[in-house]
């Protein structure tokens, strides 16, 4: 069965996408048929997929300008990661998308434009914009579950509110299948009171249980893999630390998301 999750945070640089390609890797090493769909303008998912964005025709806003049932499946490539890891582009001209003031008849577009197309899949993963506009709205219009990605300082918790009004409003106006699966704390330092301060509001904030752990820690290998537009797994024991991590959070992200 589909897991199908959006990966989200209206502030940029908290490590969003770093977090879904470290989901796809898992996904990759344990061999799932995976979907990417990238939201973002700026097509970091799409790129670092070793997919060239600029050479793409069609992509992710063309699915969702067209509103038609299915019409993503025409526009899904394979990845450069392999046979299973996909991807449907960043471009169509997202901007445009999240331009559109037609609230009512724009979300759920993207839903509509992946019927069909996720059941050939055990995992899609839905990398959204760092907004809480239309192209974030219809992410979680066609996921059954969210995450959360959260860096534990001052800033990083202020766009945590916001983000968990949008899931209840695409909740309450567009789907009935979306919960809050879960919190990913990313880029946690070893050694800080002040970040542990801020897991501990955090914690108040969404409830201990939806925190998920482990936490993910930064390191250089994260930006390793990313130049080199190749999956964690790939560089076995240089990676170990967060593979270990990333297995972890696919296991319980395929418990809790399910279609």
Known sequence: MTSTVAVLNQKGGV??????????????????????????????????????PSLRNLGTGDAIKANRHGVAGDMIVRSGWGEDIWILPAAG???????????????????????????????VLLDCAPSLGLNTSNGLA?????????????????????VLDLIEDVWSSDNRDLDLAGVILNRVPAVSADARDR???????????????????????????????????????????????????????RRSIVA
Do not use: C
């Not at 609230?103 to 577009?109: L, T, Y």
């Not at 930064?218 to 790939?234: D, G, K, Y």
């Open 93 to 123: 001209d997202l901007t445009e998308r999240e331009a559109d003031t037609r609230r009512d008849s724009s979300v759920g577009r993207l839903a509509r434009a992946l019927t069909g197309v996720i059941d050939d899949y055990d995992l």
């Open 15 to 52: 490590g969003k996408t770093t977090v879904t390609l470290g989901l796809a890797s898992a996904a990759w090493a344990a061999g799932l048929r995976t979907l990417v769909v990238d939201l973002d303008a700026q097509a970091n998912a799409t790129w670092a997929l070793g997919v060239d």
């Open 199 to 253: 897991i501990v509001e955090l914690n108040k904030m969404v409830s201990t249980r939806s925190v998920w752990k482990p936490a993910i820690p930064q390191r250089v290998i994260v930006n390793t893999a990313h130049h080199e537009r190749a999956p964690l797994h790939a560089f076995g024991s240089q990676a170990r630390e967060l593979t270990d991590i990333f297995d972890a959070l696919l296991r319980k992200l």
């Open 142 to 162: 066609a996921a059954k579950g969210a995450l959360l990605v959260v860096e534990p300082t001052a800033f990083g918790l202020r766009g945590v509110d916001p």
